[in-house]
């Protein structure tokens, strides 16, 4: 099983910068992939970015350009960079993982964006 904990998130205004962290632990033979997702209130849950372990990324449309994912495979984690923030970025951010035990979910961290 695979243990994953956010940390980063608060409170920013239009037009700034956050990183989100994640930290994996547990017992897996290996991470294939990690990533972020996103939900809003009243809102489904939705990819933000991914990373495979040889490094090759992916984003959604709405944040290409502004987040930034990467990832260190000796640590077992992933960050994400958010920069020009919007208010449309508010959510609960998620960390998750593909290991060899299957799909891991982290507990969220809160991301508002407001002035």
């Known amino acids: 099983q695979v243990q994953l904990v956010e940390s980063g998130g608060g409170l920013v205004q239009p037009g700034g910068s956050l990183r989100l962290s994640c930290a994996a632990s547990g017992s897996f033979t290996r991470i294939l992939a990690m990533g972020w997702y996103r939900q809003a209130p009243g809102k489904e849950r939705e990819q933000v970015a991914t990373?495979?372990?040889?490094?090759?990324?992916r984003y959604s449309d709405s944040v290409k350009g502004r987040f930034t994912i990467s990832g260190d495979n000796a640590k077992n984690t992933v960050d994400l960079q958010m920069n020009n923030l919007k208010p449309e970025d508010t959510a609960v951010y998620y960390c998750t993982s593909a290991a060899d035990g299957g799909q891991s979910w982290g507990q969220g961290t809160q991301v508002t964006v407001s002035s």
């Open positions: 990373i495979t372990s040889g490094g090759t990324t």
